[in-house]
């Protein structure tokens, strides 16, 4: 299990000269306009971004097509850790079959682990999830299968079109095993009452 070094779902057009910072650590919370069944009342976590593109990882879409413990046997992993409440999420629409840990900086293993803020990392090699399996690994984690990919210049314009709100990433809701409520949560962030977004809403 690896990141691949693809752009995504999607290429750009060459705007990337417009991008002004770095999204890395931010959470993207999905407007009801935004016109994608997939990503819908989503959140998700930025794991890095710069001029070729970005990726995230929705934190709050689970799959109940297979368990954890069933997908590290399937790796030939032995389980000794009680993982059965332990959930499987859609990370994105790209490269499904690809497996990403999100997880609290008390795991890290050099060239394998992206240290993406003070809270979170990321590793997506499987000697984080033979950690996981064998009851060593980081405290708090949050397993995807697939990632949500952008090309250069094509999230910024996606938010310029009021596609997506963002705020600072927030561990506790990236974390939290049970996903109702996170879209909500993550617009109480802003300050926002759900209630109140509008399908309708205009471009910003």
């Known amino acids: 299990m690896s990141i691949s070094e693809g752009t995504g779902e999607n290429s750009g057009d060459g705007d990337a000269a417009e991008q002004t910072e770095s999204l890395a650590g931010r959470f993207l919370i999905a407007m009801p306009n935004i016109g994608d069944p997939r990503f819908d ?5 930025v794991f890095s971004h710069d001029d070729s ?3 995230g990882l929705i934190v709050n879409r689970v799959t109940r097509d297979i368990a954890f413990a069933d997908l590290l046997r399937q790796l030939e992993l032995e389980v000794i850790a009680d993982v059965s409440a332990t959930p ?8 499904v079959e690809r497996g990403f840990v999100l997880h609290s900086p008390d795991y890290y293993r050099e060239e394998a682990t992206l240290k993406v803020d003070e809270a979170i990392s990321m590793t997506a090699t499987i000697d984080v999830l033979k950690a996981i399996a064998a009851g060593r690994g980081p405290e708090r984690a949050l397993f995807a299968l697939g990632y949500a990919g952008w090309g250069a210049g094509q999230l910024e314009r996606e938010i310029r079109q009021n596609g997506w709100l963002q705020t600072d990433g927030d561990a506790d809701i990236v974390f939290d095993p049970t996903d109702d409520g996170k879209w909500s949560r993550a617009l109480g962030l802003l300050g926002v009452d759900p209630s109140l977004l509008s399908s309708a809403a205009g471009s910003a």
């Open 41 to 45: 009342r989503s959140v998700i976590y």
């Open 88 to 95: 499987v999420r859609l990370g994105g629409p790209v490269e």
């Open 53 to 55: 593109g970005a990726r």
